[in-house]
Each structure stands twice: as C-alpha cells, then as structure tokens.
C-alpha cells in the first residue's frame, strides 16, 4: 500500500503562482511514476503532469512551459510548481503515484482544490 499526502491548494489570482506537494509513504519502493491529475466540475479527470522514477517528465499541452514537476527522492515527496496560472486551471488536484507489484497499481491522494480567479 501506498499513501499519499497532498498540500499547497488554495485561491489565487490569475497570474499568480502556487505549488503543490505530494508526500509518499509506505510501500514506496514499488512506485515506478508520480503525477499530478486534475478534474474540473463536470469535467474527466485528466493528467497535468507526471515524473517517472527515471526523471522522465509529461505534461498536458494545456500546461507546458506554465508547470513544472519535480521530485524530493530523500522526503518521497513530489512537487507541482504552478505559475502563470489561468481560471481554466481551477480544479482539484490530485496525486498519483503508480507501482509495479505483479501488475500495475494506482494510488490517489486525497485532492486539493485550486482555485484561480480572474
């Protein structure tokens, strides 16, 4: 099992800038990815972002060069740097990490709501 353990939500106006965390525990050492999924109201959940355990990187075109994932391996903590922020971008965000454990496994986190104002 894997835990997750999301912060850094809250209201922002447009232009502005937050970043979230990701804090992983337990059985750590099967997750291969971590990413950042969001859903809007009334929309599907969709990736924004995801870092493998090889540093490999994707994002969603609706956030390329405005969010930047990156990883702590010491403090098994991801992070979400958000910047230049639009009232599209509003939604909760959710972590997740994936493991390989005779077969492929999600984990999510408990979701952080983004909120940008125009």
């Known amino acids: 099992q894997v835990h997750l353990v999301e912060s850094g939500g809250g209201?922002?106006?447009?232009?502005?800038?937050?970043?979230?965390?990701c804090a992983a525990?337990?059985?750590?050492?099967?997750?291969i990815a971590m990413g950042w999924y969001?859903?809007?109201?009334?929309?599907?959940?969709?990736?924004?972002a995801a870092i493998s355990n090889l540093g490999?990187?994707?994002?969603?075109?609706?956030?390329?060069?405005?969010?930047t994932i990156s990883r702590d391996s010491a403090k098994n903590?991801?992070?979400?740097?958000?910047?230049?922020?639009?009232?599209?971008?509003?939604?909760?965000?959710y972590c997740n990490a994936r493991e390989y454990r005779l077969g492929f496994n999600d984990y999510w986190g408990q979701g952080t709501q983004v909120t940008v104002s125009s």
């Not at 209201?11 to 979230?20: D, F, Y």
């Not at 525990?25 to 997750?31: A, L, N, Q, T, Y």
């Not at 490999?56 to 969010?67: E, G, H, I, L, P």
């Not at 740097?81 to 509003?90: A, C, G, I, W």
């Open 77 to 93: 903590t991801v992070y979400l740097q958000m910047n230049s922020l639009k009232p599209e971008d509003t939604a909760v965000y």
């Open 38 to 48: 969001r859903q809007a109201p009334g929309k599907q959940r969709e990736l924004v």
């Open 25 to 31: 525990s337990g059985s750590i050492d099967s997750i």
């Open 56 to 67: 490999t990187t994707n994002y969603a075109d609706s956030v390329k060069a405005r969010f």
């Open 11 to 21: 209201l922002v106006q447009a232009g502005g800038s937050l970043r979230l965390s």
